[in-house]
Nanobody
């Protein structure tokens, strides 16, 4: 069974840093893009950062220069380093990955989106 398991999150003061990680468990044929979303109370979920299999990165304007997304393909893990955190960064952060499962015949399944369970990030003094 394929799962995305998130680690990290918590409470931090404004200006502080946190790192989120998201590991893919299960037998995988391939991983395409990996992304981080967030959802604040009463707001829609928004795309924060994404990284392609080739390492191309793109960020939400409001986190550009403060957040860094990275991935370790050997560990099947994506990271989100968050620096200079602001109260408005408070949200539940979700990782997302488009991946193909390894089938018993050695082929890959159709690529589908999978989601992590979410990690609460609270920025407050």
């Amino acid at each position: 069974q394929v799962q995305l398991v998130e680690f990290g999150g918590g409470l931090v003061q404004p200006g502080g840093s946190l790192r989120l990680s998201c590991a893919v468990s299960g037998s995988i044929f391939g991983i395409d893009y990996m992304r981080w979303y967030r959802q604040a109370p009463g707001k829609q979920r928004e795309l924060v950062a994404r990284i392609t299999s080739e390492g191309f990165r793109k960020y939400l304007d409001s986190v550009e220069g403060r957040y860094t997304i990275s991935r370790d393909n050997a560990k099947k893990t994506v990271y989100l380093q968050m620096n200079s955190l602001k109260p408005e960064d408070t949200a539940v952060y979700y990782c997302n990955a488009r991946l193909s499962k390894l089938l018993t015949a050695g082929w890959g399944s159709q690529y589908e989106d999978y989601w992590g369970q979410g990690a609460q990030v609270t920025v407050s003094s």
